[in-house]
């Protein structure tokens, strides 16, 4: 068990939908990560957040959003979905803002139907 | 990001034997490096990790080699043994402190 905790485990929607992903970094971590992860595209950083600032961007679309709430957790947005966007998303968590050491939790499953 | 899924490279091992994933990065600026291990349905479990200053780094039964020269990482798990079988990649931290990963590998131990 890492101690990054994400909800829900799975997610089955519509096209043009809107859902949110939720993360709980580990105890003490103030940086959070959001990673996609598909078949075709692997591992493909979203974007980072450090002690609720935005920290980088990564290839995140424009319908999709996050936030780091002052507990440190975060919550990714993700709206008008299409059937691309169903993958595993994964939430990751470090100590620093340096991209060091990331645990990553055990992701969402997002199926866009 | 390259291509992953059902187009991974695979590695297969016989139990017991010693495993060397490699991992060719891309760019020389790069001063971080860490692999990660993952199983099916689970998120990345971080191994090892290694400073651009260092050559190798040892954890517990497993070694991380550094070539700066050739830009090549490699992973070596000792006595490969049935729960090493998953998806191992690797990333490198460039510029703006992003990681990048690689399309991973895929470890199949024989019994």
């Known amino acids: 068990d890492s101690g990054v905790t994400q909800t829900p485990k799975h997610l089955i929607t519509a096209t043009g939908q809107r859902v949110t992903l939720r993360c709980s970094p580990r105890?003490?971590?103030?940086?959070v990560y959001w990673y996609q992860q598909s078949l075709d595209q692997g591992l493909q950083f979203l974007i980072q957040?450090?002690?609720?600032?935005?920290?980088a961007k990564g290839n995140i679309l424009e319908r999709f959003s996050a936030q780091q709430f002052p507990d440190l957790h975060s919550e990714l947005n993700l709206s008008s979905l299409e059937l691309g966007d169903s993958a595993l998303y994964f939430c990751?968590?470090?100590?620093?803002?340096?991209?060091?050491?990331?645990?990553f939790g055990s992701g969402t499953q997002l199926s866009v139907l | 990001g390259e291509s992953v899924g059902l187009h991974l490279p695979t590695l297969s091992v016989q139990e017991g034997d010693n495993s060397i994933i490699n991992c060719a990065y891309s760019n020389s600026a790069s001063d971080y490096f860490i692999w990660y291990k993952q199983e099916s349905g689970k998120g990345p479990q971080f191994i090892i990790d290694?400073?651009?200053?260092?050559d190798k780094r040892q954890g517990q039964r497993v070694t991380v080699l550094l070539n700066k020269t050739v830009k090549h990482l490699s992973l070596q798990i000792a006595a490969t043994q049935p729960g090493d079988s998953a998806v191992y990649f690797c990333a490198e931290r460039a510029a703006g402190n992003k990681l990048t990963f690689g399309g991973g590998t895929r470890v199949l131990v024989k019994p």
């Open positions: 290694i400073r651009s200053n260092m």
């Open positions: 990751a968590s470090s100590t620093t803002a340096t991209n060091e050491k990331l645990f």
């Open positions: 105890s003490g971590d103030l940086s």
């Open positions: 957040y450090y002690n609720g600032e935005e920290r």
